[in-house]
């Protein structure tokens, strides 16, 4: 062969492998069979067969653009939880895959708008424009990548901010039995967010829409729905958007936490979202245990709860704090649900139905109420005046009990329970009537002093309105100094004290005149 002949073989080879080349890239995998066909519909799923390679979670696609989540991947069928709801669904059916997992729109357009479980607007106000969109389900932080809880979350509330404190990152469970006031304590905690650079999200699951409709009433009077977003599932939706709902506004408030910013998401309340489960999971035949509720019912909620933090200072140092609700029966804190939460949560909040129908409102129970981390993050003027509080109110209440079989009491016992009175009346507080930090501890230090001991109990409550407006008036330094984190000092002591006993030797006076 000449040389000739050789270079156009090479030439010749080079080309045919080029060629090849192109026609590998060019070539096409074969359609993939993307429809399936609803072999059953019930109250809130579907089981499909076909779809093959369908992912968990994937969203799927049923006539009339009605959208269902696939949940059970059986080998011969699928169950699909429906999102939308089910009687415009019927056997025979065709469904396609969508080819994405189930995601919710997230960013700063969702501020002040009101939303279902899929990020679909329910306000009147046109389509949310938002900035990407993220999965429902998230993995929580590693580890590593979390930062210690040492930032407070003022609620606004006295008996909560000085007692059970909560800090950024944290999960404090709020827990009472029905009509204990546990809403009302989570909407305060975010009307007291209002200037404070902390982003809301309060998500109700499974309630009735008048009373949802009151909470974003409240949130709106109050110019407070700048910084909030509202994520509605009502007692009418499909048990599928019930059970997504908390799993969607983590995932809005972890788009604030990973861009630097703090979050906080009310969860109102995993009671129901636990009936949610259980309901779709009985009706998937999934295998029933304790109280009926599948065996992962633990892991659903420790999932969400924990992917709440705060995160360190390399990836922004943002934090999303949690605030779940649930509903307790005759005050049973050791049924099934509320164990579960209490050993996932760092501390909980325990509303009291006798202390509430007694007129003691927050009725917070400070003996079964803790907080594992808030006591880290509290403000340093804060355990200057309420730090053997706790104790002592407890042992208040524990003595009051007793004394009603008594007739004969002795001073130190008669004193005792005469500050306990005045205590229990200093952290009596109405709803929406949030306190900032420095009015709070002027009013603590008055009490813990002794300074309104000689104030009658009906009056405590007026005296504390001055001794409030004395030290946002005369000691606005003095407030700087306690929310920058300041301690104390003796000065700091003598001018409290120099103006509460001005305020009540005023008071007094003007009750003798």
């Known amino acids: 062969m000449s040389s000739e002949e050789k270079i156009m073989n090479t030439v ?51 006539p009339g653009n009605l959208m269902g989540m ?14 939308d709801e089910s009687r415009h669904i019927e056997a025979g059916d065709e469904v396609r895959r969508t080819g994405r997992v189930l995601d919710v729109p997230v960013g700063e357009n969702l501020l002040g708008r009101v939303v279902d479980s899929l990020g679909r607007p329910m306000d009147d106000k046109g389509p949310i424009r938002a900035a990407s969109r993220m999965p429902v389900e998230r993995e929580a932080s590693g580890i590593l990548d ?37 809403t009302a304590i989570a909407v305060d905690t975010i009307l007291n967010q209002k200037g404070k650079d902390v982003i809301c999200i309060y998500c109700a699951i499974g309630k009735q829409s008048s009373d949802v409709a009151t909470v ?38 972890e788009y604030f936490r990973d861009n630097g910013m703090d979050a906080l998401v009310v969860f109102d309340d995993l009671t129901r979202h636990a009936r949610a489960y259980r309901e779709i999971s009985l009706l998937l035949r999934r295998p029933p245990g304790r109280e009926a509720y599948p065996g992962d019912i633990f892991y659903i909620h420790s999932r969400l709860l924990e992917r709440s933090t705060h995160l360190n200072k390399e990836l922004g140092g943002g934090s999303l704090t949690a605030l779940p609700i649930i509903e307790t029966e005759a005050q049973n804190l050791s049924a099934y649900i509320p164990t579960n939460l209490i050993s996932i949560t760092d501390g909980q909040i325990y509303l009291s139905p006798t202390m509430f129908q007694k007129g003691t409102m927050p009725a917070v129970d400070a003996g079964k109420s803790v907080s594992r981390v808030g006591g880290k993050t509290q403000l340093p003027a804060y355990r200057a005046v309420a730090g053997d509080l706790r104790l002592s109110y407890s042992q208040f209440r524990e003595l009051e009990s007793f004394a009603r079989f008594g007739t004969r009491l002795d001073d130190q016992t008669r004193e005792t329970l005469e ?28 009490m813990t002093e002794g300074i309104l001991d000689g104030v009658p109990v009906e009056k405590i409550s007026e005296v504390e309105d001055d001794i409030r407006k004395s030290m946002k008036e005369d000691l606005p330094e003095l407030c700087h100094d306690i929310l920058e984190g300041k301690k104390l000092d003796e000065e700091s002591r003598q001018k409290l004290e120099k103006i509460c006993r001005e305020v009540v030797e005023g008071f007094g006076s003007d009750r003798s005149d």
């Open 419 to 446: 500050r306990g009175y005045r205590v229990r009346e200093v952290l009596k507080q109405d709803q929406y009537q949030t306190m900032p930090a420095p009015e709070q501890i002027a009013v603590l230090f008055a």
């Open 12 to 62: 010749l080879d080079q080309t045919i492998e080029a060629f090849d080349r192109v026609l590998e890239r060019e070539k096409k995998e074969p359609d993939v069979q993307v429809t399936g066909t609803v072999k059953f519909v019930g109250q809130g799923i579907a089981n499909v067969t076909g779809l093959p390679g369908l992912q968990s979670e994937e969203l799927v696609r049923f």
């Open 70 to 83: 696939a949940f059970n991947l059986d080998p011969d069928e699928v169950g699909v939880i429906l999102l």
């Open 146 to 182: 979390r930062a210690p809880v040492n930032v407070p979350l003022q609620t606004g509330i006295k008996v909560i901010d000085a007692l059970i404190p909560i800090g950024r990152g944290q999960r404090e469970l709020i827990l009472g039995d029905r009509q204990t006031g546990k």
């Open 216 to 253: 974003i009433e409240d949130f709106r009077q109050r110019k407070a729905m700048d910084y909030i977003v509202v994520v509605v599932t009502s007692e009418d939706n499909p048990p599928g958007l019930r059970y997504v709902a908390p799993y969607a506004a983590a995932t809005i408030g």
